[in-house]
């Protein structure tokens, strides 16, 4: 009985394909690299070079080791349109260049037809006579927003009211990857006095950014005007409150067109 030979050819071409580079769109491939990945083999056709795609959930199932320093995916998540690097000795995927999203709709809230940013009020709304925490259309002296808005007078009061600070607290908007992102932010008011005063806090990722004074109370001191805020573009999530402290049938404040937008 023969004992099968394998020929001088067939050992040299197992050779030639174990230890060789290997070449895609090319029969010369770099003597550097294990792949070399052509774009064209006729310089008419061209095509590009596809990470494995997988959703955020899909990444996290990839069962990544300390062996797989280097792995690269392409991170397809709504808003987090990421190449990603794994990096082993962290232990965690780590960004290596992200998708601007410049799709970004407009979050706003103007009391009216567009109401995409939600919110809570604290207390609840109530509206008795000259006692008034409430999105309303027009007061004496603010009515200058076109429709309806938040409407601020003698909160000191017992229809709801008290001599507490009034909160309204703008719920997180979703920034994810964005840049160029503002908030905003339009108000009214009219002749505050002592302890009559208009704050708000914005919190980047629910971390406070420190309470700012948009208006102390002073004889009567009146203010209107837009604020605007640049938001950080390392910033995933913001949001606002704004808080109201006021006495008084004469003392007024409107506060309308509360909104999160690209530039």
């Known amino acids: 009985m023969k004992l099968f030979k394998p020929s001088l050819f067939f050992i040299l071409l197992l050779s030639k394909v174990c230890f060789s580079q290997v070449g895609i769109n090319t029969v ?28 955020l959930s899909q990444r996290n199932d990839i069962p990544a080791s300390s062996s797989d320093d280097g792995m690269i995916i392409f991170l397809t998540e709504p808003g987090l349109r990421c190449l990603q690097i794994y990096n082993a000795q ?28 939600t919110y809570t009020n604290t207390p609840a709304f109530y509206n008795a006579g000259n006692d008034v925490w409430d ?24 229809s709801g009211g008290g001599g507490f600070a009034h909160r309204i607290l703008f719920e997180n908007v979703d920034i994810t990857g964005q840049t160029n992102i503002k908030l905003a932010f339009d108000y009214n008011i009219y002749q505050f006095d002592n302890a ?26 009146s203010s209107s ?14 949001k606002l409150t704004l808080s109201i402290s006021q006495n008084g049938d004469d003392d007024q404040a409107g506060f309308d067109n509360f909104r999160v937008f690209r530039e």
């Open 135 to 158: 999105i309303v259309n027009n007061l004496i002296h603010i009515n200058n927003f076109g429709g309806n808005f938040l409407g601020c007078r003698d909160l000191n009061n017992t």
């Open 225 to 238: 005007g837009t604020v605007t805020l640049n938001i950080p573009d390392n910033v995933n999530f913001v």
């Open 90 to 117: 962290e232990a965690q995927w780590e960004d290596v260049y992200c998708m601007q999203n410049d799709t970004f709709a407009t979050v706003l809230q103007d009391f009216d037809g567009n109401t995409d940013w």
């Open 28 to 55: 010369n491939p770099s003597n550097a690299s294990v792949l070399d990945v052509k774009s064209s083999s006729n310089n008419i056709t061209f095509g590009g070079f596809l990470p494995p795609r997988v959703t």
């Open 196 to 221: 009559d005063d208009v704050t708000y806090e914005v919190f980047y990722d629910d971390v406070s950014q420190g309470e700012i004074i948009l208006l102390e109370g002073n004889a009567n001191l």
